[in-house]
């Protein structure tokens, strides 16, 4: 009888060591994903969305990136800059002081707010 409570105790506590360690994996893996995923969403905003800076040159209006400086568009008017944002980022967000928010979502046409949801 004592050895099957000594065999029991011990059992007991591999049991109570292995749900503590996969508690301490589960809670570890968790925070790994978390870190992971948060890259990959401050990738894809960094790569998708756009803040524009406007410029205009003998009436000619361009698009830059504001954080970046890239070039993004150039056109007569604003028809014509959509048009060209829209070839050349068909999955983009752009976002314009001013102006508001334009994307595929939004029909290409500039809204003030936009529900998150509706654009990724």
């Known amino acids: 009888m004592e050895l099957l409570l000594d065999w029991f105790a011990a059992f007991s506590v591999g049991v109570l060591a292995y ?6 994996y589960l809670k570890r893996l968790e925070q790994q994903i978390q870190q992971v995923l948060q890259e990959h969403v ?4 960094a ?3 756009h ?4 410029e ?5 209006t361009f698009w830059y990136d504001e954080h970046s400086g890239a070039f993004l568009a150039q056109g007569a008017d604003e028809v014509q800059l ?9 999955s983009h967000i ?3 002081e001013g102006a508001g ?3 595929r979502d939004t029909g290409w046409a500039w809204e003030e707010t936009v529900k998150v949801e509706s654009i990724i």
């Open 51 to 54: 803040s524009i800076k406007e």
């Open 56 to 60: 205009q040159h003998d009436g000619v």
């Open 42 to 45: 401050q990738k894809f905003l």
């Open 82 to 90: 959509i048009e060209n944002i829209k070839s050349r980022f068909p």
């Open 101 to 103: 928010v334009l994307a």
């Open 19 to 24: 749900l503590a360690y996969r508690k301490f």
């Open 94 to 96: 752009f976002v314009k």
């Open 47 to 49: 790569e998708s969305v």
